[in-house]
C-alpha cells in the first residue's frame, strides 16, 4: 500500500515539474521574441499585484517586474514563514490587502488557489501561463 502511495506522490511532482518548465519555456521564448511580462500588465491596466507561490516562478515574476511601474505589493504562500524575501509574503488565509490582480505561479494548483482566494479578495485571480500568453 504504501508503495502504491509513493508511486502517486511521485507522479503528482513529475506533472507539477513538466507544467513548471512548460511555463519557463513560454516565459524563454517570449524573451527572445522580445516580449516582457510588464506588456500584460500594462494592456490590462493592472498597477498593484499580488503573487501567490513564492518560490523559485514568483521570485522570478518579482524580479522581472522590480523597477517597473507595476508595484508587486506582496506575496502569498502556503509556506510564508519558510520564504526569504522583502516582500512581505502572507499565508493564504491571512487577510489581505486590496490588489488589482494576483498572479498564481503554483499553475499545478491553480483551480484550487483561484477557488479559495475568490472567496477573500474581489480582484482577478489569474495564472501566471494567462500573463506569459498575453504578453
Known amino acids: 500500500m504504501w508503495l502504491k502511495k509513493r508511486n502517486s506522490e511521485l507522479t503528482d511532482e513529475v506533472i507539477k515539474l513538466r507544467e513548471l518548465q512548460k511555463v519557463l519555456m513560454m516565459w524563454i521564448q517570449d524573451y527572445q521574441d522580445g516580449r516582457r511580462l510588464i506588456s500584460f500588465f500594462h494592456k490590462n491596466g493592472y498597477k498593484s499585484i499580488a503573487i501567490y507561490g513564492f518560490a523559485d516562478l514568483g521570485i ?20 510564508a514563514e519558510m520564504v526569504y524575501s ?50
Do not use: Q
Not at 61 to 77: A, M, P, Q, S, W
Not at 97 to 105: A, C, K, L, N
Open 60 to 79: 522570478a515574476l518579482c524580479g522581472e517586474l522590480e523597477n517597473t511601474d507595476v508595484e508587486v505589493k506582496y506575496g502569498i504562500d502556503r509556506n
Open 86 to 135: 522583502e516582500k512581505t509574503v502572507y499565508k493564504p488565509y491571512d487577510d489581505l490587502p486590496p490588489v488589482d490582480v494576483v498572479v498564481v505561479t503554483a499553475v499545478h494548483y491553480f483551480d484550487d488557489v483561484k477557488r479559495d482566494l475568490e472567496k477573500k479578495l474581489s480582484c482577478p485571480i489569474i495564472s501566471i501561463e494567462d500573463v506569459i500568453i498575453g504578453a
